[in-house]
Nanobody, 120 residues
């Protein structure tokens, strides 16, 4: 069994900051890539940022310079620091973790989603 638990969403003000956490737990042997996606009603889920097992990061153009993805491998946790929030950042945010289980299976797991609303 593998579980991803997200936390840290909520209401943020334009220009403000929020941090999202996503902790993985269960029968995990190795964590590969980790990332954050977001989705608004009627639109496809889109990549916000991801980080490889080697630590390389990739960001959507819309968040470059404002958001920072990081991870703590020992804690099996990925973070998304969101600064200078904009109303268009309002969405449900999902974490995705590609990992290997003790049974040898390698696949993506998704968090349950956390709402981020940016409004004054």
């Amino acid at each position: 069994q593998v579980q991803l638990v997200e936390s840290g969403g909520g209401l943020g003000q334009p220009g403000g900051s929020l941090r999202l956490d996503c902790a993985a737990s269960g029968m995990i042997v190795r964590i590969n890539a980790m990332g954050w996606y977001r989705q608004t009603p009627g639109k496809q889920r889109e990549l916000v940022a991801d980080i490889t097992s080697g630590g390389s990061t990739n960001y959507a153009d819309s968040v470059k310079g404002r958001f920072t993805i990081s991870r703590d491998i020992g804690k099996k946790t990925v973070y998304l620091q969101m600064n200078n929030l904009k109303p268009e950042d309002t969405a449900v945010y999902y974490c995705r973790v590609n990992l290997q289980t003790v049974w040898g299976q390698i696949r993506d797991y998704w968090g349950q989603g956390t709402q981020v609303t940016v409004s004054s």
